[in-house]
Structures are given as structure tokens and as C-alpha cells.
T-cell receptor, first 114, second 111 residues
């Protein structure tokens, strides 16, 4: 898991509630990423950030929001607009925001919405 | 369309045996190919990363091969151990702007 922490490990929420997932890294990496993992599918990119106060939508950004106020932190908010939020969420970081560079993953947060 | 396909979807082998996992890709442009190991409920951990010019790369009992002409890669695990039970994910970098993930092969090693 390197120097990336995600909390909590498990999260349960009622439908209609927003929820924020935490991601912190101490690798001094500029770039951070959020992915969603569903059974039988490859990881899908939600958002990524190249630098503080900047972020870009990934392939499945609808219903999610992020912020990047500090280099070390990249929290993800799953809003009530996300139609199917139950999934395993992975945060990653890399030295720079270049997808040809190695990405280091956190341990993940499993979100269950009922 | 950029795609990474892995086979088999799942595999059960006896401890001590060898196995080979396959990855076929149609990704352009190609920067590199990576294999990750993901334990259940954990984040993926990098095993190998290979560029266009590399045919093989090893990491302990894990050996990855790459055939850029046929766009195929394999991950060979030698003398499997119970701790090798995990999902193995093939990932291809399509230049600076995209990663394409395979769905993974779930390996179970039985004693």
C-alpha cells in the first residue's frame, strides 16, 4: 500500500446521503487518482488531479465530486446523484500526472449504500 | 476501441505447481504494460512493468513476457504458494493520458 492511506476501510450509508472518502499520501507525489472497482470489471477512472487546486474528470465522473486543497489529500464525495454507488473505491498517486508513469494504490474503501 | 482482455477469468491450482495467465490488448498508442497483484479487499500492488522493447521481466517467482507484435502478454508464476492466491490485473498505458485495465484473473492456490 506504500504511503497512501484510505479511510474508512468500510463505509455504510443510506440512499440519498452524500458520503466522503478520504485519501492521503506522504509520497510527495503531484498526481492523485480515484478509481472505482466493480466485480468482473476493470478499474474505471473517476477523477484525477495533476496539482493542488486542479482536477480533471475521468470516464465516470457523474455523481462524484473531489477537491485538492493540499498536495497530500484528495477526498472523494459520492453524492446522492450517483445511481449505483455501492463499490470498492481505490485511490492512487504518481510522481506526475502522466499515465505512463507507475501508479501506487491505497488499500481501498468499500462503500455500501442501502 | 482500447481493450485489455485477460484469461482465464479464474484458476485453481495446487500449491507448488506453476501457472500462466494471459493478457491480450488492443491499445494505441502503447507506452507500457503492467501486471498488478491484488489481494482480496486490498489495493493492487505492482509486480512488473514492461515497455515496448522489453520481452521479459522477472520479479522473484513472477515472470512476465511481452510480445508487442501480437499484442499479448503472459504472467508465469513458478512454484506457487498459498499467498499467491489473489487477483492478477493486466494494465496497459495508452500514452500519457490513459490507462486501460483488464478485469483480472482470480487465482486460488490450494494446499
Amino acid at each position: 500500500d506504500g504511503g497512501i492511506t484510505q479511510s474508512p476501510k468500510y463505509l455504510f450509508r443510506k440512499e440519498g446521503q452524500n458520503v466522503t472518502l478520504s485519501c492521503e499520501q506522504n509520497l510527495n507525489h503531484d498526481a492523485m487518482y480515484w478509481y472505482r472497482q466493480d466485480p468482473g470489471q476493470g478499474l474505471r477512472l473517476i477523477y484525477y488531479s495533476q496539482i493542488v487546486n486542479d482536477f480533471q474528470k475521468g470516464d465516470i465522473a457523474e455523481g462524484y465530486s473531489v477537491s485538492r486543497e493540499k498536495k497530500e489529500s484528495f477526498p472523494l464525495t459520492v453524492t446522492s446523484a450517483q445511481k449505483n454507488p455501492t463499490a470498492f473505491y481505490l485511490c492512487a498517486s504518481s510522481i506526475v500526472a502522466d499515465f505512463s508513469y507507475e501508479q501506487y494504490f491505497g488499500p481501498g474503501t468499500r462503500l455500501t449504500v442501502t | 476501441k482500447n481493450q485489455v482482455e485477460q484469461s482465464p477469468q479464474s484458476l485453481i491450482i495446487l500449491e507448488g505447481k506453476n501457472c500462466t495467465l494471459q493478457c491480450n490488448y488492443t491499445v494505441s498508442p502503447f507506452s507500457n504494460l503492467r501486471w498488478y497483484k491484488q489481494d482480496t479487499g486490498r489495493g493492487p500492488v505492482s509486480l512488473t512493468i514492461m515497455t515496448f522493447s522489453e520481452n521479459t521481466k522477472s520479479n522473484g517467482r513472477y515472470t512476465a513476457t511481452l510480445d508487442a507484435d501480437t499484442k499479448q502478454s503472459s504472467l508465469h508464476i513458478t512454484a506457487s504458494q498459498l499467498s499467491d492466491s489473489a487477483s492478477y490485473i493486466c494494465v496497459v498505458s495508452a500514452g500519457r493520458n490513459k490507462l486501460v485495465f483488464g478485469a483480472g484473473t482470480i487465482l486460488r492456490v490450494k494446499s
